[in-house]
């Protein structure tokens, strides 16, 4: 999780919550993600996250 942590920070212009990192490193482990939050919480992350790191 650090990696992927380490490569978002210089990426974005914010920090990731903590759910989206591990989302992030679940994802990029070929497991399946299941994500529920309140609206704003930060979902759509999840959706572009694993792009940028596998970028």
Partial sequence: ????????EELLKFTPYLFQLE???EMLDA????ALA???????GLIFMP?????
């Fill in 31 to 34: 497991r399946d993600l299941l």
């Fill in 23 to 25: 989302g992030t490193c």
């Fill in 51 to 55: 792009i940028l790191v596998i970028r």
């Fill in 1 to 8: 999780m650090s990696i992927c942590k380490r490569i978002l």
């Fill in 38 to 44: 309140v609206t704003g919480a930060g979902k759509t």
